[in-house]
Nanobody, 121 residues
Framework: QVQLVESGGGLVQAGGSLRLSCAASGRTFSRYAMGWFRQAPGKEREFVAA????????TYADSVKGRFTISRDNAGKTVYLQMKSLKPEDTAAYYC??????????????WGQGTQVAVSS
């Protein structure tokens, strides 16, 4: 089992950058692929990025490709989401998740509580 806690959200102007962190507890972090999802008010939760257990492969939603980078530190039990060139449409609650290497929320069994990102125009 793994518990996840996100941090790093905040308010930023369009074009700015933020780095989200997701700290995991438990001894099984490296057994799980990790993903980031986001949910804007009134919208469904959507996939942002995922990284394999080793960190060797990543995948991204088309909307963030080239702007966001997911990475993980298995020794430090942390996964990161570096976000650059932020746009107002990136405004959402961001959630990290642990599970299978998937773009679907159903592929993940463990979720954090979320961190809010707001991008002003």
């Amino acid at each position: 089992q793994v518990q996840l806690v996100e941090s790093g959200g905040g308010l930023v102007q369009a074009g700015g950058s933020l780095r989200l962190s997701c700290a995991a507890s438990g001894r099984t972090f490296s057994r799980y692929a990790m993903g980031w999802f986001r949910q804007a008010p009134g919208k469904e939760r959507e996939f942002v990025a995922a990284v394999t257990r080793s960190g060797g492969s990543t995948t991204y939603a088309d909307s963030v490709k080239g702007r966001f980078t997911i990475s993980r530190d298995n020794a430090g039990k942390t996964v990161y989401l570096q976000m650059k060139s932020l746009k107002p449409e990136d405004t959402a609650a961001y959630y990290c998740a642990a599970g299978d290497y998937s773009t679907m929320p159903g592929g993940y069994g463990y979720w954090g509580q979320g961190t809010q990102v707001a991008v002003s125009s």
